[in-house]
């Protein structure tokens, strides 16, 4: 694609990276964030904005990347949110993971003002966003979709229009159910290797050879061997994120059994001063609870 005027807000953890990419892809940033955008943008001659309406009225497509549905809410209609600033023909793209439900509704209000959009929530953590190896997950028209690709090709590899405004969302959250509860055995399964008496680094190790082998047994397997706990990705957005699962699940009137175990062991770690380390830290919940520690420091 032809150099692209991209605007981007929320410059954190994740976006700051895929912002990265957009830029060294060949195209024009036009940037929002709370705090100062990061300086290795801004030396190659991203624009900082004053406002997300700002970014809207400068750029064609408005990338935002926040941590929860409010967030969202805000930078779109809040003031001087990106609303404001759009004028016809533009398209918005979240990519924050946030409530399928509340998609719908900022879709429908953001159409009104003949712009498309495109909820598009990734996986993949830190990690992915540096590498540019994201999974990128797309609810809204074909059209929009198709314009947006070749941007989304600059920050991630799997990337997938599921459907509708918000069946993006939904296959987010699908996610998150997945990962939490892998997390969980994993968590479960080492911890009882090691106090049976075994090493846990070669239980694993074992173990990634035959049908329980996962990547979350290999990343966050080793987490929990090893204590490295510094975030790619918080137990509390993963709690945002499995609460969302299970408001979702009450509306639609379905049972998440294990969801439900899953957020109440991240609760506990959030009680014990935990919810800012690696959602693999999962595994200090039942630890407490079992009074044994799958590894040593």
């Known amino acids: 694609m032809n150099m692209a005027k991209v605007g981007f807000i929320g410059l954190g953890i994740m976006g700051g990276p895929m912002a990265g990419h957009l830029q060294a892809g060949g195209h024009k940033l036009y940037l929002h964030d709370l705090k100062n955008p990061p300086a290795n943008l801004v030396e190659h001659h991203a624009t900082v904005c004053t406002s997300a309406a700002e970014v809207a009225k400068r ?75 994201l999974t990128i997950m797309v609810g809204g028209p074909q059209e929009a979709f198709d314009t947006v690709k070749p941007l989304f090709e600059l920050m991630g590899k799997n990337i997938t229009l599921v459907g509708g405004n918000g069946d993006g969302q939904t296959t987010k959250v699908a996610n998150q159910i997945i990962v939490a509860l892998n997390i969980q055995a994993v968590a479960e399964a080492l911890l009882f290797a090691s106090k ?8 694993r190790e074992a173990l990634m050879g035959g049908f329980a082998s ?12 090893k204590r490295t706990f510094n975030p790619g990705f918080r137990i509390e957005l993963h709690q945002k994120d499995l609460n969302l699962a299970l408001q979702g699940a009450k509306t639609l009137g ?32 039942i630890e407490l609870m079992s009074n044994h520690k799958i590894a040593q420091a």
């Open 254 to 285: 379905v049972s998440l059994p294990n969801t439900s175990t899953a957020q109440e062991l991240m609760n506990a770690c959030a009680a014990n001063g935990l919810s800012g380390l690696d959602h693999s830290a999962l595994c200090q919940a």
């Open 59 to 133: 750029a064609d497509i408005i990338f935002i990347m926040v941590p929860d549905t409010p967030h969202v809410e805000s930078a779109l209609f809040g003031k001087d949110g990106v609303a404001a600033g759009l004028s016809a023909g533009k398209i918005v793209v979240d990519m924050s993971s946030i409530s399928p439900i509340a998609t719908k509704e900022f879709a429908k209000k953001i159409n009104k003002k003949s712009c498309a959009y495109l909820d598009a929530p990734v996986s993949g953590g830190e990690v992915g966003a540096k590498a540019a190896s």
């Open 196 to 203: 049976a008496g075994a090493d846990p680094a070669k239980v």
């Open 214 to 225: 996962s990547r979350i047994l290999e990343v966050h397997g080793e987490r929990m061997v």
